[in-house]
């Protein structure tokens, strides 16, 4: 036990500012986002991971957002097992076609409103693995898209910033 | 020399033709009649041969009809038996009674290939489910590929137990975690799982036959997204076999980067995996040490080589970046923080009981099984199997033994925790080797023209990811394009594994059980 409290003190808090570049715009963002998120999600959204044929790549950068580095809980962002609980879908693809009922599923077992988000160059438009006999291509040929992160994979800022555009987004705003 | 080939000839006599087309030459191909494919098998395993892959290709481009392969491994060695099969109602007997990994392959073949394994015990589609009209091959050259696939009525049968106290529980495809898509159907008494059943081909995407559309320098892309953890991997190892056929000579330089990409990627993966195993024995604290090591790791891999996984990195011909002299201490710098931390995360998880307590005797693979299963890598290390492509099928710089002087660490017990320590044990290894890289590595040009194939020749190349051995089979057409290209990753072998490991584990382990083994669910649906 006392290696475990070692460890911890040792390594204090990692969480990181984002990289320069990408600062600016988090700031910006990130103030709005506050506020979005206390005014439309109660202070936390919560954001389910649907896997739609994806190679992997993705999950393994989703996954990093996650880590003390990025620390997306800070932000206010959880991730959920189940899609009841979701205010967003963060679906990574291209949608295969053994995998289109169940992202529809899912989709329809997420209450509205309800956020979309395509990761990565094949969630966007099938990628490199196009269209094809098993491949269906990008999200939006099965479910309604509102915001498109390209990338392959996106980089975990690229990631937070594309989820933050998507909660940024006027409500009215049609799909 | 050729223990394997040797066994064949006194079988099989003037029935066994030896093939020229193959490379590289180390990697040697014979022909044998249809109907002695099954014996020919019986006698390799015999001879202790392990399957290392099953498949088929579609050869009508040549004027011929099909062609099934079978490729056995042993030591070094490295034997594919291949049988010629009319275009008309293809079939063979099959391999299945006699391998147990073939009853997968056999069952890839048919459902996609559509050629019949004679005496396979389970006629069951697979990847292609059952609402795909069944006399639809997609590996066929006369199949278009871009045509979308109606839907159809059908449902899979799915193993059955009967008897008091006996529930079912399915779970998937969606799994409750940022994880890959499959099913998993347990029957359970109590908390006893009895039997596990996989399901998988969610993420069927069509690579195999993608393979076929592109040219050879593109298609590299398409062998690093196969599953994106094992990037460099896959690359590597599509690269290589091509290299193979088209006598591409790769400079020594570019070699030595490739195995410093490759055990990049393996120190990434574990350090990543091996947290996230202890997170799901309820010990977070080593999940988010561990992964903000690996996060240390991507960002030098993106700082020096432009990419946090090394995408496209490796090319046909040699690779993309060099490493100078400030890169070279930039990595020796960060090997210095990963190894000083890892050794004390190591001491915490030794000496935590409770820890302990849930890894040991859990999802336990015997040896005798996974030789049988014909497993690889850290499953199979972890199991008892000593196999290592770095030693048995080495490219520059692990060719040069006594210098590198590698080693592999093998476990017996098969558990858990077996397959924790095998790759605590690779991570030291793996840092050990490329600080040897980093010194040694000789001076000159990074790439090299790849060339181009002859028609109807085939190459070959099998290269140890961090999953495990990696196998890429590729065929020249006649105007010596890409007429086939054969992957099989790790997990097309080590999922039947995790299959046999679970029962008598109670349910709640699955999850640290399947996190042990983390196959690819993408490298295997292909
Ligand atoms: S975008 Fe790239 S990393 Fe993501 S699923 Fe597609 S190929 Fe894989």
Redesign the interface.
């Known amino acids: 036990m006392i290696r475990i409290l070692h460890q911890i003190f040792r390594t204090g808090i990692v969480t990181e500012p984002l990289p320069r570049a990408a600062e600016e715009e988090i700031k910006r963002v990130g103030a709005k986002l506050e506020e979005v998120i206390r005014k439309r999600f109660r202070r936390s959204l919560t954001i389910r991971e649907v896997d739609a044929g994806s190679c992997n790549g993705c999950e393994l950068e989703i996954h990093a957002i996650n880590n003390p580095y990025y620390n997306c809980e800070r932000f206010g962002i959880h991730f959920t097992a189940s899609p009841r609980f979701a205010d967003l879908l963060l679906v990574t693809g291209p949608v295969t076609r053994n995998m289109e009922i169940a992202l529809r599923r899912t989709y329809n077992a997420t209450p509205t409103p309800k956020l979309v988000v395509a990761v990565g160059d094949c969630g966007c438009n099938g990628g490199i693995f196009g269209e094809s006999y098993a491949s269906l291509g990008g999200i939006d040929k099965v479910i309604p898209v509102d915001v498109y992160i390209p990338g392959c994979p996106p980089a975990p800022v690229v990631l937070l910033n594309g989820i933050l555009a998507a909660v940024d987004r006027d409500p009215r705003e049609g799909k | 020399m050729s223990t394997l080939i040797d066994a064949l000839y006194s079988a099989l006599g003037t029935d066994v033709r030896s093939d020229g087309g193959q490379c590289p030459s180390t990697v040697l191909c014979c022909t044998v009649p249809g109907e002695k494919f099954a014996e020919a098998a019986g006698v390799l395993k015999k001879n202790y041969a392990l399957l290392a892959a099953e498949w088929a290709a579609d050869e009508t481009p040549f004027g011929r009809g099909f062609s099934v392969f079978a490729c056995y491994r042993w030591g070094k060695e490295y034997l594919i038996v291949r049988s010629e099969l009319p275009a008309d109602n293809p079939q063979f007997p099959s391999i299945t009674p006699c391998y147990v990994p073939a009853y997968r392959f056999e069952r890839q073949i048919r459902s996609l290939m559509g050629i019949t394994p004679l005496g396979h015990p389970d006629p069951r589609p697979w990847i292609k489910?059952e609402d795909?009209p069944q006399d639809?091959f997609?590996l066929r050259k006369t199949?278009d590929?871009?045509?979308?696939?109606p839907r159809v009525q059908g449902e899979y049968q799915w193993a059955r137990a009967e008897g008091e106290g006996i529930y079912e529980i399915p779970v998937g495809?969606?799994h409750?975690?940022?994880?890959?898509?499959g099913h998993f159907r347990f029957q359970a008494v109590g908390e006893m799982v009895v039997n596990l059943e996989e399901r998988l081909?969610?993420?069927?995407?069509?690579?195999e036959?993608?393979f076929e559309s592109l040219s050879w320098n593109d298609a590299v892309?398409?062998a690093g997204?196969?599953?994106?953890?094992t990037?460099v991997g896959h690359s590597i190892a599509y690269s290589m076999a091509l290299e193979s056929m088209t006598g591409c000579k790769v400079p020594e330089r570019a070699h030595w980067i490739r195995a410093l990409f490759l055990e990049r990627e393996r120190i990434a993966n574990h350090l990543?995996d091996i947290g996230a195993i202890c997170n799901d024995a309820a010990f977070a604290?080593a999940l988010?040490?561990l992964?903000?090591l690996?996060?240390l790791a991507?960002r030098t891999n993106?700082s020096l080589f432009g990419h946090?996984?090394m995408?496209d990195k490796v090319v046909p011909g040699g690779v993309t970046v060099d490493v100078d002299i400030t890169g070279a201490d930039t990595i020796l710098a960060e090997l210095d923080i990963i190894s000083r931390?890892f050794e004390?995360?190591v001491?915490?998880y030794d000496?935590n009981a409770s820890l302990e307590d849930r890894v040991r005797d859990t999802g336990w693979l015997k040896p005798e099984r996974a030789r049988e299963l014909c497993t690889v890598g850290f499953v199979a290390r972890a199991s008892g199997l000593n196999l290592d492509c770095r030693i048995f099928n080495p490219f520059p710089p692990y060719d040069q033994y006594h210098n590198i002087e590698l080693a592999v660490p093998v476990k017996v017990t098969g558990d858990v925790h077996a397959r924790v320590w095998v790759r605590v044990e690779e991570v030291r290894e793996s840092i050990r080797i490329i600080r040897y890289i980093l010194e040694h590595m000789p001076r000159g040009p990074i790439t090299a023209d790849p060339g181009k194939p002859l028609p109807d020749t085939a190459g070959f190349s099998a290269v140890e990811g961090w999953r495990g051995e990696i196998i890429y089979w590729l065929q020249a057409g006649p105007r010596g394009e890409v007429n086939r290209c054969m992957v099989r990753d790790p997990s097309s072998v080590n999922w039947l594994g995790l299959e046999q490991a679970i029962p008598n584990n109670i349910v709640p382990d699955f999850p640290l059980c399947n996190k042990s083994f983390n196959q690819?669910?993408?490298g295997h649906?292909l």
Not at chain 2, 201 to 207: C, P, S, T
Request: aromatic share 16%.
């Open positions: 489910f795909w639809i997609p199949y590929a871009a045509k979308p696939v495809p969606v409750a975690g940022i994880i890959e898509p081909g969610y993420v069927h995407k069509g690579i036959k993608r892309r398409l997204r196969v599953t994106g953890d990037t990543g604290f988010y040490q992964s903000r690996k996060e991507l993106y946090r996984f995408m931390d004390r995360m001491v915490i000496e690819s669910y993408s649906d």
